[in-house]
């Protein structure tokens, strides 16, 4: 690592450049995510974390969390997932102000046939730009910052 300190201007055009990558990538992962199997990112972020949840249930209040929706958010979402059929709402037997999204088999079918393609425009967009070392020492400098813990969660 280099003893130079960076100026803040150079500080600012990493933090741009970081935005703009962002954006570039979240936005071809998800045109392709809707054009090869009719789900945004925010679908696919929700099924994820329900896959890998015991259970296959959350609370709704933890996916909006987790997938960090406000509460209406996370409502229309999943009422758009429950449509589909790929997810069901389940009363809490012992607090009636709960309730769970349930992943369906359906939905289990649709998160695997969407999960390699996905995997592999992930390789194609961001992983193959670095080396395995970079991409180690990436995911690390990530990891410091906030709310970043909670996508190991459910990383599969």
Known sequence: ???????????????VRFLRAHAA???QLSARLEADHGLTLSDYDVLVQLYYAPERSLRR??????????ASGITRL???????????KRACA????????VLTEAGVA?????QGSHRADIEELFASRFTREEREQLAELLGR??????AEACSG
Do not use: C, H, N
């Open 1 to 15: 690592m280099s003893s130079q300190v960076l100026t803040p201007q150079a500080i600012e055009t990493a933090f």
């Open 25 to 27: 990538v979240t936005r």
């Open 61 to 70: 209040v933890d996916i909006a969390r987790a997938v960090l929706l406000t």
């Open 78 to 88: 999943l009422d758009g997932l429950e449509r589909a059929g790929w997810v069901e």
């Open 94 to 101: 012992s607090d009636a102000r709960v309730s769970y999204a």
């Open 110 to 114: 649709k998160f695997e046939a969407a």
């Open 145 to 150: 910052l906030p709310l970043a813990e909670t």
